[in-house]
């Protein structure tokens, strides 16, 4: 078959490069996910406090990231505070920043709904055994508060894998952008490159998310009760 | 016997609140050990309340409330250790689904009582054999049916070796073809000697179990009898009442 195009993955370094772009989409998911978890309990405990301004604000912070699309933020974040502060932040930084300021507010809406919906009578009957407060916490309600909690947590982590293709718009170099690169290279040589380099694209991000995907079903289907 | 006559709970004009509600209004009550008290109402007239104030689930607003001789209404009662010699099963089972049928029976044993674990499990494997649910003990909750879900509670219950059982309505969550097996497991427990308090709605059960009968209405002790007497000639026009609504006249 002369010229499928499927060559131009192996010219050069193209096939480093793809690999390369996709370690800066799983850097930038993973990085913004470790922050976003950890934020995003403190803000999920706090959800869960009697005061109502702060669970107000907390709440609306959270709307904010609903509504206002992510490809927002990140034009806001790069291209309107960072002149406007006179701070030069890189678009791979900006990318975290958002990213994780994003997945905190989704971690702690989470969190607070594992808390809420925890029946009363869990903490009674391990009260009923005599349990002191933190072996109610470590052995009866954390256990299943963090059970309730992984499949939503999963599947917002694969959201946020896929969402990183945006990051593409503010300069940062991904496994898209380098695969547009290698394609408008070639765009004469081998017009069919297009289809070989999307792709591969296609399967990479596959084999990123699909097993994060099996990871959540294992756990929803193993818990549920 | 002396052991026959010794009081373990005291109960003396106890007064709960829920906002405005007056839920239990002056409630006076004597609990024997090795007797089975079974308390009878009408729904919302205070009987499970009662129970959850004598393990401390329930904030009460006067009176007292002594476990052999101890006051558990001042201050600073250390509920975990009384928690454990008057241990509770509660309506919907309450196991932990996250545990096995043995996890959740030695929880309390293991983390609570700090006990030997070797000791710990021949004891809750004793007490599953005697309910026919030893093949069950590495099940998880969520694969048992309610009526052996319940019968895993009172076992596990059963395991921390309390001086008394609080028994709130256990059977009515169950399909009426499993509100035997659990009321068998009780009246032999019954038969052992064992100290019991039990709400229930099973009025052959309460007649068959009981050493004697609490009637209560609106927050209130209305008559307390022997099972063969409330029954037949309750003393009080209230009792009467509710009777009636467990006769089915023909028409």
Redesign the interface.
């Given at each position: 078959m002369p010229n499928s195009g499927v060559e131009v993955l192996f010219e050069g370094s193209n096939f480093e490069r793809l690999l390369g772009g996709l370690l800066v989409t799983i850097e930038i998911a993973f990085i913004s996910i470790m922050i976003g978890t950890i934020l995003g309990v403190v803000m999920g405990l706090l959800r869960t406090v009697p005061t109502r301004s702060l669970r107000l604000l907390l709440r609306l912070y959270l709307e904010a990231f609903r509504i206002i699309p992510i490809l927002v933020w990140l034009y806001v974040v790069h291209f309107s505070f960072s002149p406007l502060l006179h701070i030069d932040i890189s678009g791979e930084t900006t990318a975290i920043l958002v990213f994780s300021l994003w997945g905190a507010a989704e971690i702690g809406d989470i969190v607070r709904g594992a808390l809420e919906s925890m029946p009363k009578h869990q903490a009674e009957s391990g009260k009923a055994l005599g349990l002191s407060k933190g072996q109610l916490y470590r052995y009866v309600l954390i256990p299943q508060a963090v059970r309730r909690m992984l499949p939503g947590a999963i599947n917002l982590a694969t959201r946020m894998v896929k969402t990183t293709s945006l990051v593409v718009l503010i300069g940062v170099i991904d496994v898209v952008k380098v695969g547009q690169q290698i394609i408008e290279l070639g765009v004469i040589k081998a017009p069919n490159a297009s289809f070989w380099v999307y792709g591969l694209i296609f399967i990479l991000y596959f084999l990123v998310c699909y097993p994060l995907s099996v990871l959540s079903r294992k756990y929803e289907r193993r818990w549920q009760s | 016997m002396s052991e026959n006559t010794e009081i373990l709970l005291e109960v003396e004009n106890l007064q709960k609140f829920f906002g405005d509600r007056h839920v239990l209004n002056g409630i006076s009550l004597q609990v024997k050990r090795g007797e089975v008290t079974v308390i009878l109402g009408p729904s919302g007239c205070g009987k499970s309340t009662l129970l959850r104030c004598l393990?401390?689930?329930e904030p009460v607003q006067g009176g007292t409330i002594h476990y052999l001789g101890q006051n558990l209404t001042g201050e600073h009662v250390n509920?975990?250790?009384i928690?454990?010699h008057i241990?509770?099963v509660?309506q919907?089972y309450?196991?932990?689904?996250?545990m096995t049928v043995i996890e959740n029976i030695l929880?309390?044993p293991l983390?609570?009582?700090k006990r030997d674990s070797k000791e710990a499990l021949q004891q809750a494997e004793t007490l599953l054999d005697r309910v026919g649910l030893l093949a069950r003990k590495n099940d998880?909750?969520?694969q048992l049916s309610g009526g052996q879900k319940q019968r895993i509670a009172i076992v596990?219950?059963l395991c921390?070796n309390p001086d008394i059982i609080l028994f709130d309505e256990v059977t009515a969550s169950l399909d009426p073809e499993m509100v035997r097996e659990v009321l068998d497991v009780i009246l032999g427990l019954a038969n052992q000697g064992m100290t019991m308090l039990i709400v229930t709605h099973e009025m052959g059960f309460a007649r068959s179990v009981g050493d004697r009968i609490v009637f209560m209405d609106q927050g209130k002790i209305c008559e307390i009898a022997d099972p063969e007497q409330f029954f037949t000639e309750p003393a009080t026009e209230r009792a009467q009442q509710f009777l009636n609504i467990f006769e089915y006249n023909k028409l």
């Open positions: - | 393990n401390g689930l509920w975990r250790e928690r454990q241990g509770m509660f919907n309450e196991l932990f689904p996250h929880l309390g983390k609570a009582q998880y909750p969520r596990r219950a921390m």
